[in-house]
T-cell receptor, first 114, second 115 residues
Framework: EPEVTQTPSHQVTQMGQEVILRCVPI?????FYWYRQILGQKVEFLVS????????KSEIFDDQFSVERPDGSNFTLKIRSTKLEDSAMYFC????????????FGDGTRLSIL | AQSVTQLDSQVPVFEEAPVELRCNYS??????LFWYVQYPNQGLQLLLK??????LVKGINGFEAEFNKSQTSFHLRKPSVHISDTAEYFC?????????????FGSGTQLTVLP
């Protein structure tokens, strides 16, 4: 069964550094998402992406964050200048174009900011 | 806006016993409802979904859930649990309208099945 893959599984970065989290969504999916889960807290929506542009974003997704689909397969989340509070598990998800299809999630990237 | 409340943060249960994980939601618009499961060090796996039609939906691994519109609930049940069901379970909703369909999650319920 096709799956969403995320790399790396664990990323350790110094505060203030830029970090890029990578995702390969399922190949025939059209909608892409990033979520995050701070340790002990809820899974929170960050951003959705469709047709090469952001379709929705949450209050968390400020100017420090950006997303990109640089080619036909990858979907990336960039944090420009990381803060300690960016430490979390980041999940990528994708969904087919049909409105009632569920989102499929990757295994996540654990981001640790030192 | 939507919100999801999972009333129990931890549910311990003995093997082969029945279990119910509770979920209530609030939304100003119509929503789809989902249960996801997260095993240790893994991502979120879809257990089941309610889109429309019959209010009792069956999912993988013997789980089922019942949608109750009047009580805005979507409780997850399994008649007999196994050790391998030990995991974190998340209830989630997404709006029916709009293209993004972003998920709003509850805070999760840790199910621990005891031998």
């Amino acid at each position: 069964e096709p799956e969403v893959t995320q790399t790396p599984s664990h990323q350790v970065t110094q505060m203030g550094q830029e970090v890029i989290l990578r995702c390969v969504p399922i190949s025939n999916h059209l909608y892409f998402y990033w979520y995050r889960q701070i340790l002990g807290q809820k899974v929170e929506f960050l951003v959705s992406f469709y047709n090469n542009e952001i379709s929705e974003k949450s209050e968390i997704f400020d100017d420090q964050f950006s997303v990109e689909r640089p080619d036909g397969s990858n979907f990336t989340l960039k944090i420009r200048s990381t803060k300690l509070e960016d430490s979390a598990m980041y999940f990528c998800a994708s969904r087919m174009g049909l409105s009632n299809q569920p989102q499929h999630f990757g295994d996540g990237t654990r981001l640790s900011i030192l | 806006a939507q919100s999801v409340t999972q009333l129990d943060s931890q549910v311990p249960v003995f093997e082969e016993a029945p279990v119910e994980l509770r979920c209530n939601y609030s939304s100003s618009v119509s929503v789809y409802l989902f249960w996801y499961v997260q095993y240790p060090n893994q991502g979120l796996q879809l257990l089941l979904k309610y889109l429309s039609g019959s209010t009792l939906v069956k999912g993988i691994n013997g789980f089922e859930a019942e949608f109750n519109k009047s009580q805005t609930s979507f409780h997850l049940r399994k008649p007999s649990v196994h050790i391998s069901d030990t995991a974190e379970y998340f209830c989630a909703v997404s709006p029916i309208s709009g293209s993004a369909r972003q998920l709003t999650f509850g805070s999760g319920t840790q199910l621990t099945v005891l031998p």
